[in-house]
């Protein structure tokens, strides 16, 4: 059974930082890109940041560039989402998602992903 579990989430004051964790299981993830995702109440979802899968490629969204910091480590299949700084406005349910990468720059931002690959999220609260 595939699955990405997100864990890291809490409740932050703003300017306090949080590192989220996506663990994968279930199968190999040779090849795929990560990507963190968020979704606001009432908001659509938004992309965060995305990884390639030797980190030769790292995007961010323009909101967390210079704030949030995206890594992995392919040996324990886990990505992590460091994130710096944060603010109100950060506050949403985090996802994981996992995808093979499409000759696209618009993919490394986020879009046109397909993936059956998702994590059931994790709630980042930031108070102001």
């Known amino acids: 059974q595939v699955q990405l579990v997100e864990s890291g989430g809490g409740l932050v004051q703003a300017g306090s930082s949080l590192r989220l964790s996506c663990a994968a299981s279930g199968r190999s993830f040779s090849g795929y890109a990560m990507g963190w995702f968020r979704q606001a109440p009432g908001k659509a979802r938004e992309f965060v940041a995305t990884i390639g899968w030797d980190g030769n490629r790292i995007e961010y969204s323009d909101s967390t560039k210079g704030r949030f910091a995206i890594s992995r480590d392919n040996a324990n299949n886990i990505v992590y989402l460091q994130m710096n700084n944060l603010k109100p406005e950060d506050t949403a349910v985090y996802y994981c998602?996992?995808?093979?990468?499409?000759?696209?720059?618009?993919?490394?931002?986020?879009?046109?992903?397909?993936?059956?690959?998702w994590g059931q999220g994790t709630q980042v609260t930031v108070s102001s």
């Open positions: 998602a996992a995808d093979l990468p499409f000759p696209d720059d618009g993919f490394w931002l986020g879009r046109g992903w397909h993936s059956d690959y």
